[in-house]
């Protein structure tokens, strides 16, 4: 049995954008359902489009650990550039979602340079239509992001995912 929620940058040290500190609640996450969500991070750059995410997702399967496809933009999936798909999600000239917006927190690149903090902050979590390979189980999930073949940051989670 896998352990809980934990997280760890992946980068070689040089990355300019790290995590500080992240902090996810309940454990295992419960879907659908609220999650309490604290975190803090920085970078030494701004990171402008087109912004590459590279997301690679395991399930355990027993001691092994599978490697999910991308099937319907979900799983291991590679995304160009997150600044469109933000864009697309909150059209630019409206404001920012809370509590992104109470922190001070950007929604839309370019994210500047400097520190961001997000205190416990909580996020529900609609019912989705998982497909029957994402439902209950512990998961890996490496996030790298890249622009113009540069590394600019890589965290790497675990975490226990509970549908009702």
């Not at 040089?14 to 604290?38: C, F, H, K, M, Y």
């Not at 902050?121 to 998982?130: G, H, Q």
Request: charged content about 15%; proline content about 9%.
């Amino acid at each position: 049995q896998v352990g809980g929620f934990a997280w760890e940058n992946c980068g070689d040290g040089t990355d300019p954008a790290i995590l500080q500190n992240l902090s996810v609640e309940p454990d295992p996450v419960v879907i659908p359902g609220t999650v309490r969500v604290s975190a803090a991070g920085s970078s030494s750059k701004t990171m402008a489009s087109p912004l590459k995410v590279l997301l690679v997702v395991e399930r355990a399967l027993g001691d092994l650990w599978i490697q999910l496809p991308c099937v319907d933009q979900l799983g291991s999936c590679t995304y160009n550039d997150v600044c469109a798909i933000l864009d697309n999600l909150i059209p630019p000239g409206t404001t920012c979602p809370e509590p992104l917006l109470t922190y001070g927190i950007p929604c839309h690149c370019p994210f500047k340079a400097g520190s961001y903090s997000l205190p416990a902050s909580d996020f529900v979590l609609p019912e989705i239509e998982l497909p029957a390979w994402m439902t209950n189980g512990n998961y890996r999930v490496q996030v790298t992001l890249s622009s113009g073949g540069e590394q600019l940051a890589c965290v790497k989670l675990t975490f226990n995912l509970q549908s009702q």
